[in-house]
């Protein structure tokens, strides 16, 4: 019997050759098993400048054997991301996925095919607009057979994120500055958005102390599947958060010890969570829940229909920087009483590009 090591696209593999018979097992770098968890990339071959700062905390887990990196671009150049992958202690794989009706579904069937067939059971699904500390998807990895019983995904506490926002002002910020937070939430003017709902009712919260349980109450009765409805998507508060961010960096990237919480909103808006492959592929292709071109809206009638609960990482945080909806519902062209907070001068990206700079400096 003779034994050979190779490395092929980064993964570890054993040859083996016993009389007549080759073997080919495939091995971690780290530990001998096989990664699990598969992360789903989602980019358009933009926002590179996030995809750095992403990918030096996953080259920081120590859960770096249990994770293959699936990154789905919208066009074939992937240049840019086999930069900072090849040679690494990451397997991956880059692929292209268009999607003509410009929503992201077809890339989220792709990932759950291709968990599917590689038998990935568990999948990370995540934005190119994250920062996600190495500690935060540790913990989650370390944990993820909590999916398989008591949640339907777990997530960080997002910055931006629905409901989490208001979980990540609790755990830090101080009392002070949450109060800060909050005034700012309760100036927000809802509105009535065509085509989806009409959250003018809302507007009875105005200038009122800010109380997010009852908020997140009374979004669960309103009749619509479009729950993912919060001041800090509008963008209020949104520039007082990110100078706090400024001032916590060290709090939010320092390891420490993390919980998992049920959530009781039915109503998860975040940008990156973990989910099983099963449930991913049931919401989505099985039970036909699409009601729109995202899968949150999905999410939440999976979990409302088995009463599955999401479960938040409490101290396990993750950077969201900003909604598009604070650019995308000025536009008063036709639409002239949209949202009463003023447009950035800059555009989406250069703001994003504006505070990373600041964050990391």
Same mark, same amino acid.
């Given at each position: ?45 933009? %926002? !590179? &400048?996030?995809?750095? *700062? ?23 150049? +992937?240049? @840019? @991301? ?21 929503? @992201? ?5 792709? =990932? &759950?095919?291709?968990? +599917?067939?590689?038998?990935? *059971? ?11 500390? =190495? ?29 989490? /926002?208001?979980?990540? &002002? ?18 927000? +003017? $809802? ?8 959250? %003018? ?14 908020? $997140? ?37 320092? %390891? ?5 919480? =049920? ?5 998860? =808006?975040?940008?990156?969570? $973990?989910?099983?492959? !099963? ?17 949150? /809206? ?18 396990? $945080? ?44």
């Amino acid at each position: 019997m003779s034994l050979k090591i190779k490395y092929i696209n980064n993964i570890k593999y054993f040859d083996i050759k016993y009389y007549y018979f080759n073997y080919r097992i495939r091995m971690s770098v780290e530990n001998g098993s096989t990664p699990e968890i598969l992360i789903f990339y989602l980019t358009a071959n933009d %926002r !590179h &400048i996030f995809f750095e *700062k992403f990918i030096a905390e996953i080259f920081q887990c120590k859960t770096i054997n249990k994770l293959h990196l699936l990154i789905i671009n919208s066009t074939n150049d +992937m240049a @840019y @991301y086999k930069k900072y992958l090849t040679n690494k202690s990451l397997s991956f794989e880059c692929v292209e996925v268009c999607c003509p009706k410009h929503d @992201y579904l077809p890339k989220v069937r792709y =990932a &759950i095919n291709y968990a +599917m067939t590689k038998k990935y *059971k568990y999948i990370f699904k995540c934005d190119n607009d994250m920062i996600i500390p =190495a500690y935060t998807i540790d913990y989650i990895a370390e944990n993820i057979s909590q999916l398989d019983t008591n949640y339907l995904t777990l997530s960080p506490t997002v910055s931006t994120g629905m409901p989490t /926002v208001e979980y990540f &002002i609790n755990e830090v910020f101080t009392q002070e500055e949450g109060e800060l937070m909050r005034r700012e939430f309760s100036k927000c +003017m $809802f509105n009535n958005q065509p085509g989806i709902f009409d959250y %003018r009712f809302l507007n009875n919260l105005q200038n009122k102390p800010w109380d997010y349980n009852n908020f $997140f109450r009374i979004i669960n009765e309103m009749n619509t599947w479009y729950k993912g409805v919060h001041p800090i998507r509008y963008g209020f508060g949104n520039d007082l958060l990110n100078q706090l961010l400024i001032k916590y960096k060290s709090k939010i990237f320092e %390891r420490k010890n993390c919980t998992i919480n =049920a959530d009781n909103s039915y109503y998860l =808006a975040n940008m990156c969570f $973990f989910i099983s492959t !099963h449930n991913y592929n049931n919401l989505i292709n099985v039970e036909n829940m699409t009601v729109n071109g995202c899968d949150d /809206v999905q999410l939440f009638r999976y979990s409302q229909k088995y009463n599955i609960k999401h479960g938040i990482v409490s101290n396990g $945080f993750a950077i969201h920087i900003a909604y598009g909806w604070r650019w995308d519902l000025n536009d008063t062209k036709g639409y002239p009483d949209y949202v009463n907070i003023n447009c950035p001068t800059k555009t989406l990206l250069d703001y994003e590009i504006e505070f990373l700079n600041k964050f990391y400096k």
